[in-house]
């Protein structure tokens, strides 16, 4: 019979050989993987644990959409192959959407953008199978085509999963590379750990035919406390005497600038941080230096934890004033 001898005969790679997984196996994985999506929940800092939840969200719909079509296997392998890769498309695409509504009731925030990942998930894993599976490509006239035009779709869809991971990598060891600066905007990986979403990197020209210098241009809304936050800074500033922040005011009027350091016991009151503001006068570059000393001394009642400091925010302290600034470098001395 042909349902007896596919995972014996098929080569050691064909998908064929999922038909021997168990059938209660595979039904029962499939509500357990959703409900990983659904319940586990990694904490929001350090950032790089909101990467790897997010890189969940494809893998596990990779593994559901496998499930699904060795499901499908198992009462007729020889069946149509198309039609069992559409399925396991659809329900791992339906199981995505279903555990987003589920979130509401877990108090999480559902996202249609993660119900693209799913979907991207998915579909990598689908395609990967298809340049895998004899019934998708054996019997074309140009088979192997067929093959590897699948693998190349499965490949760069893993491409496009893992990018995001891959970015917050490479931008935590640049972060690492660069300790003891904080920030200078180099490259856009010097960027990663900003907050602002208008500020654009430009280059600028010396004083007196120096040198040019790469400076971030943070815009100033005509409201207060506008400015650009480093929402994770290399964490362990002991063994260090001063923050210095490197900024020029490029307007015609003064511009008053708050420094606000939290940590990680940060209770998001005003006195429980460092708050200092500092004068910029029109058309100067400043290198405000400040001691940890100060920054250490500065939330009421207790010390400011300097091994586990949280973020550094640059802005504005009052709603008047120039209508940008620029910050060329954050570092530690």
Not at 114 to 129: F, S
Not at 132 to 152: E, H, I, K, Q, S
Not at 171 to 193: K, M
Not at 293 to 317: N, T
């Amino acid at each position: 019979m042909a349902g007896d001898a596919p995972s014996a005969a098929a080569p050691r790679l064909d998908v064929a050989r999922l038909a021997a997984l168990p059938r209660p196996l595979l039904i029962a994985a499939i509500p357990a993987l959703a409900s990983l999506v659904l319940f586990a929940e990694l904490p929001p800092r350090p950032y790089i644990l909101h990467l790897v939840q997010k890189l969940g969200h494809p893998g596990v719909f990779a593994l559901i959409a496998i499930a699904m079509i060795a499901l499908q296997l198992q009462p007729r392998p020889e069946g149509r192959p198309w039609r069992a890769y559409l399925i396991a498309f659809l329900t791992a695409v339906a199981i995505g959407a279903a555990t987003e509504v589920g979130q509401v009731f877990t108090h999480r925030d559902p996202a249609v953008a993660d119900v693209g990942l799913d979907a991207l998930g998915a579909l990598c894993a689908l395609a990967l199978a298809a340049a895998f599976d004899r019934r998708v490509w054996d019997g074309w006239p140009r088979g192997t085509t067929v093959r590897l035009l699948a693998a190349a779709l499965g490949l760069g869809l893993a491409l496009a999963v893992l990018a995001p991971f891959a970015v917050g990598v490479l931008a935590y060891a640049r972060r690492a590379y660069n300790f003891p600066v904080l920030f200078r905007a180099d490259t856009g990986l010097d960027r990663y750990f900003l907050v602002h979403g208008r500020f654009t990197a430009e280059t600028v020209a010396g004083a007196d035919g120096g040198a040019s210098r790469r400076v971030l241009r943070v815009p100033l809304a005509r409201r207060p406390y506008d400015g650009v936050t480093i929402f994770e800074p290399s964490p362990d500033w002991r063994g260090f005497r001063a923050l210095e922040v490197a900024v020029e005011n490029p307007g015609a009027q003064p511009l008053d600038l708050t420094v606000r350091v939290d940590d990680r016991s940060h209770n998001g009151s005003f006195e429980d941080r460092y708050n200092g503001v500092f004068r910029v006068p029109p058309g100067a570059r400043r290198q405000i230096e400040i001691a940890l000393d100060d920054i250490e001394a500065a939330p009421r009642g207790r010390r400011l934890d300097l091994a586990h400091v949280g973020p550094v925010v640059i802005f504005r302290a009052g709603a008047g004033g120039p209508d940008a600034f620029l910050l060329e470098r954050v570092t530690l001395r």
